[in-house]
């Protein structure tokens, strides 16, 4: 079966640091690009960043740019978003998801993890 | 970046009836379009992808229209469990974009 598990969501102050993690099954992860996008309390769906599969090259909204970082490891079939510099309004369900199609830039994405929440608060 | 405007904000229909959800771009992203359906608690789930292409398990009763800037998502008799929010999402070029979504309630 394929599937996304991510964690590492948590509580965290202005300004501080996470690394959300998302590990990958049923797969061959190293052959699809991964995202992830993200949902605040009651609003739509916001696209953050996003990897090609090779890892070579990565993409970020303005919004997050300068402050998060998107990787993956694929030996551990898993991909990766460090968090720095938060801000209250990164507040978000934040979840993983795999492009459709593999060997290119197909980002629609038929796969999505559960959510890991992340917190942003003082 | 290209912004994404999905119309109406809110659709009451009844069971059974037809839905058309309408995904407007402010530039042309071809044929790169995809539509999510979402429900309280979930995560996303792919309906269409490439403006017309359903995804795997689908039902046929779900359709995709559209390119250059106008697209359509259209569920020809609405079941129970359709009741849901619906967004599209461009691929066309960096950033993606998500458009705001519409809510399909039952009337």
């Known amino acids: 079966e394929v599937q996304l598990l991510e964690s590492g969501g948590d509580l965290a102050q202005p300004g501080g640091s996470l690394r959300l993690s998302c590990a990958a099954s049923g797969f061959i992860f190293s052959s699809f690009g991964m995202s992830w996008v993200r949902q605040a309390p009651g609003k739509g769906l916001e696209w953050v960043s996003a990897l090609s599969g090779g890892g070579s090259s990565t993409y970020y909204a303005d919004s997050v740019k300068g402050r998060f970082t998107i990787s993956r490891d694929n030996s551990k079939n898993t991909l990766y978003l460090q968090l720095n510099s938060l801000r209250t309004d990164d507040t978000a369900v934040y979840y993983c998801a795999k492009s459709f199609r593999a060997f290119g830039d197909y980002f629609a994405f038929d796969i999505w993890g559960q959510g890991t929440v992340v917190t942003v608060s003082s | 970046e290209i912004v994404l405007t999905q119309s109406p904000a809110t659709l009451s229909l009844s069971p059974g009836e037809r839905a058309t959800l309408s995904c407007r771009a402010s530039?042309?992203?071809?044929?790169?379009l995809a539509w999510y359906q979402q429900k309280p608690g979930q995560a996303p789930r792919l309906l269409i992808y490439d403006a017309s292409n359903r995804a795997t398990g689908v039902p046929a009763r779900f359709s995709g229209s559209g390119s250059g800037t106008d697209f359509t998502l259209t569920i020809s008799s609405l079941e129970p469990e359709d009741f849901a929010v619906y967004y599209c999402q461009h691929r066309s070029r960096w950033p993606l974009t998500f458009g705001g979504g519409t809510n399909v309630e039952i009337k």
């Open positions: 530039q042309s992203v071809s044929s790169y």
